[in-house]
């Protein structure tokens, strides 16, 4: 099974820098993906990472230690629509299928 | 705009009704999952079929049940319908062609209301 945790909400100020934390326990992994979503719409997809270490995309960034199975998003330069539900999702090993945290909500202010 | 594409946008129904919701994945992806997703328990994972055929079942419940056709878009069929089966479904798709990233992506989904 699978069981991933994630803080549930926090806020932060336009332009500052927020860290998401992901820490997770499966029987098996192959991956971990980070999506945003905005309330009532679909999951976007941000970032994957399958190996340790940080990978960087634009204002995001995601980082990955397998042995603590920890990850985290980081959101730099606040923005107004960066406020979401930011959500952790680990692939199972052996088949696509992705077992999602709750999401923690990020309030953007100005 | 994901390429996925979901109908209807919203449902209203009753108890004990039956509905089937829609999803067309984005072209040429082969795999379809179904999620469902409420307000106490986050994205739960229903069911995946890739290329007409079941591949993975999650926590779906007997009263549920999917399809793939061979034009690969997929049918989620809910029966019996209680009031906890409110919430959003999600349809999402992935290429599946063993890449090592097979990202999901996910269509704008369908808010079932059960009254």
């Known amino acids: 099974g699978q069981n991933i945790d994630q803080p549930t909400e926090m806020t932060a100020t336009e332009g500052a820098i927020v860290q998401i934390n992901c820490t997770y326990q499966?029987?098996?992994?192959?991956?971990l993906f980070w999506y945003q979503q905005h309330a009532g719409e679909a999951p976007t997809f941000l970032s994957y990472?399958?190996?340790?270490g940080l990978e960087e995309k634009g204002r995001f960034s995601s980082f990955l230690s397998r042995s603590k199975g920890y990850s985290y998003l980081l959101l730099k330069e606040l923005q107004m629509k960066d406020s979401a539900s930011y959500l952790c999702a680990v692939r199972d090993n052996g088949n696509n299928r992705l077992a999602f945290g709750k999401g923690n909500q990020v309030v953007v202010i100005p | 705009d994901s390429g996925v594409t979901q109908t209807p946008k919203h449902l209203i129904t009753a108890t004990g009704q039956r509905v089937t919701l829609r999803c067309s994945p984005r072209?040429?992806?082969?795999?379809v999952y179904w999620y469902q997703q409420s307000l106490d328990q986050g994205l739960q994972f229903l069911i995946q079929y890739y290329n007409g055929e079941e591949r993975a079942k999650g926590n779906i419940l007997e009263r549920f049940s999917a399809q793939q056709f061979p034009d690969l878009h997929s049918e989620l069929n809910l029966s019996s319908l209680e009031l906890g089966d409110s919430a959003l479904y999600f349809c999402a798709s992935s290429v599946a062609r063993g890449r090592e990233q097979e990202t999901q992506y996910f269509g704008p989904g369908t808010r079932l209301l059960v009254l």
């Open positions: 990472n399958v190996l340790d």
């Open positions: 072209s040429g992806d082969l795999s």
């Open positions: 499966t029987s098996g992994f192959n991956g």
